[in-house]
């Protein structure tokens, strides 16, 4: 019966162990996480005041170009692309959109030629 009791409080100090080891764990898990928030956060700041920075410059450097015959232009431009028949916009639309397809391959083939000058340049190395 002695013996059997020894053995029941040798498995509570077992699982007392657990527990404890388990509960330093998560304090450490948890330290972790507010330690890495932490960095996150310094890093959204970085990141924010960059794009105002950013943001900032690129309307002090746009600034003023806008000017009155520039903007009656886009003006009428507006006006007409507003009052063209359904046929035409979809016209428009689709020269549009091959312009865009054309400018993408260019920019593939040009990507491709760099890629195989880097691959040669690669192999002479």
Known sequence: MADEKVEVEEKVEKKDNIFKKAGRGLKKAFKDMGESAKAQHEVDKANFAAAKAEAKANFEENRFTNSLARAKAQAKQSW??????????????????????EEANERIKLANERYEAAKVEKKKK
């Not at 692309?81 to 549009?96: F, G, N």
């Open 80 to 101: 007409d692309d507003a009052h063209i028949s359904p046929a035409e916009r979809t016209a428009k639309t689709r020269e549009e959109q091959k312009k865009q397809i």
